[in-house]
């Protein structure tokens, strides 16, 4: 037979005329989206959107064209002392991030822990010492008011728990079946300590990558749920506050710290390609020394999914200097927000812009973006 194969390729198309679960799941779409539409539209006015909910970091204080995308924008304060716990010549972190988790309630937390946690830990990526948080509310008709004074009293805890305050907010009604119960938005302001400079820019070939603990388990926390699974072992959310942690490493590394990422959507994956791309490097990564506790590999298995791409609450990938990496990993592991760091992986000057990962016999696989959309409604 002389009949003509053709072949399929499973990739998503990239090309849509509308919105996609996909634009907002931490991929290549989202990546697509932002450069798109918002960075044109945006970036000779405001600071870029990012992945991980925050906007770029600023360089002056009319043009906010950030160099390269990160997870909250840094602005300078002018001299005139201000609000309480500044000073002249300080620069603030500001972040925003909005939370549509499903469901409201999961092992290890809830939505209203997830939003205050979410934005703390944002401007903490930027080496800022998080203080303020407004929270606004997208309320459906007939939502349980018991519900909301649940999720209200469980941010209240949270930030206190993370030492920053509410100050401000707004609350919106929409009528019966046009939010799905609650939507939250939080932003978050905070103050960057002199001298502290973390910023994709400053990755460079031979920078260790340090990972705060085992991936996953948010993702695998929020599916079980919502897929009704159940395992042997309990599955919770890594959801936790990483501003004391970034702390901790500063004071051990100081400026030899270069970069830190939160693992949210898209994962370690999508954290690792992000600052690969910004920092114009290659990244090769261990794959046998990256931690995923037995319940997330079992529940991911399951469900078909590869544990680098899930979701994380509570952890994030530091970019440090070869001098500082003992110093700095020490320090983690006397943290309790770090649950067994170590090194995954080194920068280099090849194959800019790719992450690799490597086995026993050498380089393996290239890790990219996704392509489509792995979990919807994650955080």
Known sequence: MNDEIKLNCP????????????????????KNLIEGIFLPAFGESSSSPTTGGGTGR???????????????????????????????????????????????????????????????????????????????????????????????????????????????????????????????????????????????????????????????????????????????????SDCAPLAGLVEAMLAAGGTEVHCLRDLTRGGLAAALNEIASDARAGIEIDESAVPVTEPVASACELLGLDPLYVANEGRLVAFVSPASADRVLAAMHAHPAAIGPVRIGVVTDAHTGLVELCGPFGPGRILDLLSGEQMPRIC
């Open 11 to 30: 990739v998503p198309i990239g090309d849509h005329a509308t919105v996609q679960l996909a634009h907002g799941g931490g991929g290549r779409m989202m």
């Open 58 to 236: 600023a360089s002056g204080t009319r043009t906010l064209q950030p160099p390269v995308p990160h997870d909250a924008a840094v602005l300078p304060v002018p001299g005139t002392g201000g609000a309480s716990g500044t000073q002249s010549g300080t620069r603030l972190a500001f972040t925003t991030d909005s939370f549509v988790v499903n469901p409201l309630f999961f092992p290890g937390g809830d939505i209203g822990e997830l939003a205050v946690y979410g934005t703390v830990n944002d401007l903490a990526m930027a080496g800022a010492v998080p203080a303020w948080l407004s929270a606004g509310f997208l309320l459906e008709e007939g939502f349980s008011l018991e519900l909301l004074r649940r999720i209200v009293e469980s941010m209240a805890a949270a930030a206190r728990a993370a030492g920053v305050r509410i100050v401000t907010g707004d609350t919106k009604v929409v009528d019966r079946g046009k939010a799905d119960g609650v939507f939250i938005n939080t932003s978050g302001i905070g103050w960057v300590p002199e001298g502290v400079e973390i910023s994709p820019e400053r990755v460079e070939p031979g920078d260790v990558i340090l990972l705060s603990g085992d991936l996953g388990r948010h993702g695998m926390a929020v599916m079980s749920v919502r897929e009704g699974l159940r395992f042997e072992s309990d599955l919770e």
